[in-house]
């Protein structure tokens, strides 16, 4: 499978842990996004990169959240001392430099479910 | 700011019904609008979008959307629903120029009986 792929696709932790997402683009792809979703909700925007640049942040992206794309290929969604309102599904999209016909594809998400 | 409003949370019609979800937005600029589908268990699948020319844009699946510029719109229209398009339908949209994220609408459920 050659789509945007996220790992892990399910994590269970306790309040005040850490975690870490990883989301794995489209190999081509120089734009990778991340969102959260919340049940009811559509995907909300947390942040985006060019290549390795970190381009925008969402003020949804609290000081706890941290996001990473070292090398500009893979990307890591931390989060610090998780909070029960950090339970959400948290999706990595990734697409070429936006233009015509340049659209986002998304992962499966990674759920996570702050206890 | 950009924000997407839809119309209907969840819609509930009988198969070879015709549906139409409504999608507004705000945003003054160059607009890209899109309609993605989400299946249950499934990611995000893009359904259609618009970038220019023809405001009349297909997709798969036999769904099509409307661009209405003096109305900033873009509804979903499919004439005859299926069991299969049980589903979540999320409408967004992005500033065509600048080209930054998304910004999605809370969505809708499609529950098709047949």
């Known amino acids: 499978d050659t789509g945007v792929s996220q790992d892990p696709r399910h994590k269970i932790t306790k309040r005040g842990q850490n975690v870490t997402f990883r989301c794995d683009p489209i190999?081509?792809?120089?734009?990778l996004y991340w969102y959260r979703q919340t049940l009811g909700q559509g995907p909300e925007f947390l942040t985006y990169?060019?290549?390795?640049?970190?381009?925008?942040k969402s003020r949804l992206l609290s000081d706890r959240f941290s996001a990473e794309r070292p090398k500009g290929s893979f990307s890591t969604l931390e989060i610090q001392r998780t909070e029960q309102g950090d339970s959400a599904m948290y999706l990595c999209?990734?697409?070429?430099?936006?233009?015509?016909?340049?659209?986002?594809?998304f992962g499966e998400g990674s759920w996570l479910t702050v206890v | 700011a950009q924000s997407v409003s839809q119309h209907n949370h969840h819609v509930i019609l009988s198969e070879a019904a015709s549906l139409e979800l409504g999608c507004n937005y705000s945003?003054?600029?160059?607009?890209?609008l899109f309609w993605y589908v989400q299946y249950p268990g499934q990611h995000l699948q893009l359904l259609l979008k618009?970038?220019?020319?023809?405001?009349l844009v297909k997709g798969i699946k036999g769904f099509e959307a409307e661009f209405i510029k003096s109305k900033f719109s873009f509804n979903l229209r499919k004439p005859s629903v299926q069991w299969s398009d049980t589903a979540e339908y999320f409408c967004?949209?992005?500033?065509?120029?600048?080209?930054?994220?998304?910004?999605f609408g809370k969505g809708t459920t499609l529950s098709v009986s047949s």
């Open positions: 999209a990734s697409s070429l430099t936006p233009g015509t016909g340049k659209q986002a594809y």
């Open positions: 190999s081509e792809h120089n734009r």
């Open positions: 990169f060019q290549n390795e640049a970190q381009l925008e």
């Open positions: 945003y003054g600029g160059t607009v890209n």
């Open positions: 618009y970038f220019s020319g023809d405001p």
């Open positions: 967004a949209v992005n500033a065509g120029q600048a080209g930054t994220a998304l910004i």
